[in-house]
């Protein structure tokens, strides 16, 4: 059965008992590895040997490392022999200077814990799983009495049956509009259906069977979703032998026009199962780890099979891995990535875990029931962990020679722009209106991996006179540093950007020039990044400098690409923002200033009243008229419009 079930809601809040078992000894800034073995002897002497996630941290309270143990106080008291310890974790224990303790019922229990501190505070001495994204599902809902099919992705709260994980959005869509030609399912929201008069234009190239106007009843139609079921869970020969049936029995009958529907829905089953470009026939429901490493570097490729499909794959490259062995790894990989995902009952990995019981344990939860982690030996299974081994030392070449392309691009970045090292985050800006309405500016972050989405930022322009794009840049700045100004003085919690790049000519150049010389700032590299004279044709940039110099960089050079490259981000982020801002603001009504009058109130004032205008010159007598208005409500909004009575 494919189906991953939903996990029941805020399943840890109390499970855990962090407030009653925290232990924080202080110490000075300065590392010093007598001090840190002190500070974890204090811990050792409060501890009893009860299974429960530990936490080291810093002087300024900053958590260095996450761990877990059966027995809390002979794990923590490994620690203050030091001799034993490997170079990696001396450091650490120099640095610690207090320390946290959360006791938990069981070790399975510490694992999850351990797993969901790692991924929320991110320590420098864990195996970090470098991938934010969420993974998408289908969605086959049951609270309609014509079920839709649709694209997933976050917290399963709605009621009906998910199938995933899928490795990206793409597979999702493809086997999605796949899994329209061969059901025939509605993809539309309720909203939409409801109001429909006539067939919409999926109906018309066979992607829909028109529920909305009753071109069919909802018996057939249930009998679609099932067939859809199954499809899903497995049973794909099963439905294509039913569909097949079926055209034949249309053929016969001379119902041309029905036999050759049916054969485009097993053209489609059929393209569903010829895009599954791994054979994983045999192996049922199962997520394929394969881990690769070389020069220091791990790559850990994923396979997601359902019902003996492949749903998708996906390479990861965890970070901090030094001094661990790879099986230390894989077990810290696999806790990370269950944190969030529904685990398959089935889990294969290509090398003996020595607590592959333990993380099996832990993970009964999510899965819904006994999960099993093993080593394939021989047939299908191994044939498809040797697949997914050679797609992991693929993925590890390819990372290590576009790192390597990348760290050249960026030397010769930091060379172009005349910067003293090649820049670890840099933060690009701009601004978004329409003259001048819904104007906000956005801010994106770029780092040697990548973009950093979950650190981008936007602001509402408050200040700014209407079109002034130089009053938008220097509001955005000031705000924006002027936080991180107040927040970290010392400059160390790396959210100060080692170059700034802003998306505009000379006159944003000096707007922003001069809003950090307001704040005393003159040490950020700033580089304005403006379209040239022959943009349109030749795709050429102008690079502006504080000092006034220009600089411009060839058509085909790497560096120029990757500058644009940031640029575009940030303006398509922008869009994006402004965009939704627009939509909110038409949408918005008067009777949103009411404080405490809600979406369900407001529609009934306006479907009684008509306009919000007729609404604020009504009497309070008429208002208490309305239905679904109480005297109390009447009385708030009357006193709103009429504050003198």
């Given at each position: 059965?494919?189906?991953?079930?939903?996990?029941?809601?805020?399943?840890?809040?109390?499970?855990?008992?962090?407030?009653?078992?925290?232990?924080?000894?202080?110490?000075?800034?300065?590392?010093?590895?007598?001090?840190?073995?002190?500070?974890?002897?204090?811990?050792?002497?409060?501890?009893?040997?009860?299974?429960?996630?530990?936490?080291?941290?810093?002087?300024?309270?900053?958590?260095?490392?996450?761990?877990?143990?059966?027995?809390?106080?002979?794990?923590?008291?490994?620690?203050?022999?030091?001799?034993?310890?490997?170079?990696?974790?001396?450091?650490?224990?120099?640095?610690?200077?207090?320390?946290?303790?959360?006791?938990?019922?069981?070790?399975?229990?510490?694992?999850?814990?351990?797993?969901?501190?790692?991924?929320?505070?991110?320590?420098?001495?864990?195996?970090?799983?470098?991938?934010?994204?969420?993974?998408?599902?289908?969605?086959?809902?049951?609270?309609?009495?014509?079920?839709?099919?649709?694209?997933?992705?976050?917290?399963?709260?709605?009621?009906?049956?998910?199938?995933?994980?899928?490795?990206?959005?793409?597979?999702?869509?493809?086997?999605?509009?796949?899994?329209?030609k061969l059901f025939l399912l509605r993809s539309c929201n309720d909203g939409f259906m409801s109001r429909r008069d006539r067939p919409c234009l999926l109906y018309q190239i066979r992607?829909?069977?028109?529920?909305?106007?009753?071109?069919?009843?909802?018996?057939?139609?249930?009998?679609?979703?099932?067939?859809?079921?199954?499809?899903?869970?497995?049973?794909?020969?099963?439905?294509?032998?039913?569909?097949?049936?079926?055209?034949?029995?249309?053929?016969?009958?001379?119902?041309?026009?029905?036999?050759?529907?049916?054969?485009?829905?097993?053209?489609?089953?059929?393209?569903?199962?010829?895009?599954?470009?791994?054979?994983?026939?045999?192996?049922?429901?199962?997520?394929?780890?394969?881990?690769?490493?070389?020069?220091?570097?791990?790559?850990?490729?994923?396979?997601?099979?359902?019902?003996?499909?492949?749903?998708?794959?996906?390479?990861?490259?965890?970070?901090?891995?030094?001094?661990?062995?790879?099986?230390?790894?894989?077990?810290?990989?696999?806790?990370?990535?269950?944190?969030?995902?529904?685990?398959?009952?089935?889990?294969?990995?290509?090398?003996?875990?020595?607590?592959?019981?333990?993380?099996?344990?832990?993970?009964?939860?999510?899965?819904?029931?006994?999960?099993?982690?093993?080593?394939?030996?021989?047939?299908?299974?191994?044939?498809?962990?040797?697949?997914?081994?050679?797609?992991?030392?693929?993925?590890?070449?390819?990372?290590?020679?576009?790192?390597?392309?990348?760290?050249?691009?960026?030397?010769?970045?930091?060379?172009?722009?005349?910067?003293?090292?090649?820049?670890?985050?840099?933060?690009?800006?701009?601004?978004?209106?329409?003259?001048?309405?819904?104007?906000?500016?956005?801010?994106?972050?770029?780092?040697?991996?990548?973009?950093?989405?979950?650190?981008?930022?936007?602001?509402?322009?408050?200040?700014?006179?209407?079109?002034?794009?130089?009053?938008?840049?220097?509001?955005?700045?000031?705000?924006?540093?002027?936080?991180?100004?107040?927040?970290?003085?010392?400059?160390?919690?790396?959210?100060?950007?080692?170059?700034?790049?802003?998306?505009?000519?000379?006159?944003q150049m000096s707007a922003v020039k001069d809003a950090l010389g307001e704040l005393g700032i003159e040490d950020v590299p700033l580089i304005a990044i403006a379209k040239g004279p022959?943009?349109?044709?030749?795709?050429?940039?102008?690079?502006?400098?504080?000092?006034?110099?220009?600089?411009?960089?060839?058509?085909?050079?790497?560096?120029?690409?990757?500058?644009?490259?940031?640029?575009?981000?940030?303006?398509?982020?922008?869009?994006?923002?402004?965009?939704?801002?627009?939509?909110?603001?038409?949408?918005?009504?008067?009777?949103?200033?009411?404080?405490?009058?809600?979406?369900?109130?407001?529609?009934?004032?306006?479907?009684?009243?008509?306009?919000?205008?007729?609404?604020?010159?009504?009497?309070?007598?008429?208002?208490?008229?309305?239905?679904?208005?109480?005297?109390?409500?009447?009385?708030?909004?009357?006193?709103?419009?009429?504050?003198?009575?």
């Amino acid at each position: 059965m494919a189906r991953t079930p939903a996990p029941p809601p805020d399943r840890d809040t109390e499970r855990f008992h962090e407030d009653r078992a925290s232990t924080t000894v202080r110490g000075a800034d300065k590392p010093d590895i007598e001090l840190g073995i002190s500070v974890i002897r204090d811990t050792v002497n409060t501890l009893r040997p009860k299974p429960g996630v530990y936490r080291m941290l810093d002087a300024r309270g900053d958590v260095l490392y996450v761990g877990k143990a059966r027995a809390l106080k002979n794990r923590v008291a490994n620690y203050t022999q030091v001799d034993r310890l490997p170079n990696r974790l001396r450091r650490m224990v120099s640095q610690t200077r207090s320390m946290t303790i959360v006791t938990t019922n069981s070790e399975a229990e510490a694992l999850l814990l351990e797993a969901q501190l790692i991924k929320r505070f991110r320590p420098p001495y864990n195996v970090l799983l470098r991938d934010d994204k969420s993974f998408p599902f289908i969605l086959l809902r049951s609270d309609h009495a014509y079920p839709r099919i649709q694209k997933h992705r976050g917290a399963r709260k709605a009621k009906g049956n998910y199938y995933g994980p899928f490795a990206s959005a793409g597979s999702v869509n493809t086997t999605i509009n796949a899994l329209q030609k061969l059901f025939l399912l509605r993809s539309c929201n309720d909203g939409f259906m409801s109001r429909r008069d006539r067939p919409c234009l999926l109906y018309q190239i066979r992607r829909c069977s028109a529920p909305c106007v009753d071109r069919i009843g909802p018996e057939e139609y249930g009998e679609l979703v099932r067939q859809a079921k199954d499809f899903l869970g497995g049973k794909s020969g099963a439905v294509q032998r039913e569909i097949e049936a079926q055209m034949q029995e249309a053929a016969e009958a001379l119902d041309f026009e029905r036999a050759a529907m049916l054969r485009d829905r097993l053209r489609a089953a059929t393209f569903i199962q010829g895009s599954q470009a791994i054979n994983a026939e045999g192996v049922g429901n199962a997520d394929v780890f394969a881990m690769a490493v070389k020069g220091g570097q791990v790559a850990v490729q994923a396979f997601f099979i359902r019902g003996g499909q492949n749903w998708g794959h996906r390479a990861f490259f965890p970070s901090h891995t030094e001094g661990l062995s790879e099986e230390e790894v894989m077990t810290s990989f696999l806790a990370q990535f269950y944190e969030e995902v529904p685990p398959a009952r089935l889990i294969l990995v290509d090398r003996e875990l020595p607590e592959a019981a333990l993380l099996a344990e832990a993970l009964c939860e999510g899965a819904g029931g006994k999960v099993e982690i093993s080593v394939p030996q021989r047939g299908d299974r191994r044939r498809l962990m040797e697949q997914a081994q050679r797609n992991a030392v693929e993925a590890l070449d390819r990372r290590m020679a576009e790192s390597g392309t990348k760290a050249k691009v960026m030397r010769e970045l930091a060379e172009f722009l005349e910067l003293p090292e090649v820049p670890q985050r840099i933060e690009v800006y701009d601004n978004s209106h329409i003259q001048g309405t819904n104007a906000l500016g956005a801010m994106i972050v770029a780092g040697p991996d990548g973009f950093v989405k979950a650190q981008y930022r936007k602001w509402n322009i408050k200040t700014a006179q209407t079109n002034d794009d130089f009053g938008m840049m220097r509001e955005v700045m000031t705000r924006r540093f002027g936080k991180v100004q107040e927040d970290d003085p010392d400059r160390e919690s790396g959210m100060w950007p080692d170059l700034v790049l802003i998306d505009g000519g000379k006159g944003q150049m000096s707007a922003v020039k001069d809003a950090l010389g307001e704040l005393g700032i003159e040490d950020v590299p700033l580089i304005a990044i403006a379209k040239g004279p022959h943009h349109g044709r030749e795709g050429r940039e102008v690079f502006h400098f504080p000092d006034g110099r220009e600089k411009m960089l060839p058509v085909n050079s790497p560096v120029l690409f990757h500058l644009q490259n940031m640029r575009d981000e940030v303006h398509r982020f922008a869009i994006g923002a402004h965009r939704a801002k627009r939509s909110r603001a038409i949408t918005a009504s008067p009777l949103d200033e009411i404080p405490g009058i809600g979406p369900a109130r407001k529609r009934a004032l306006l479907l009684h009243f008509g306009t919000a205008g007729k609404v604020r010159a009504a009497s309070l007598d008429d208002l208490q008229r309305a239905p679904g208005v109480s005297a109390a409500v009447a009385q708030t909004v009357y006193d709103f419009y009429h504050p003198n009575g």
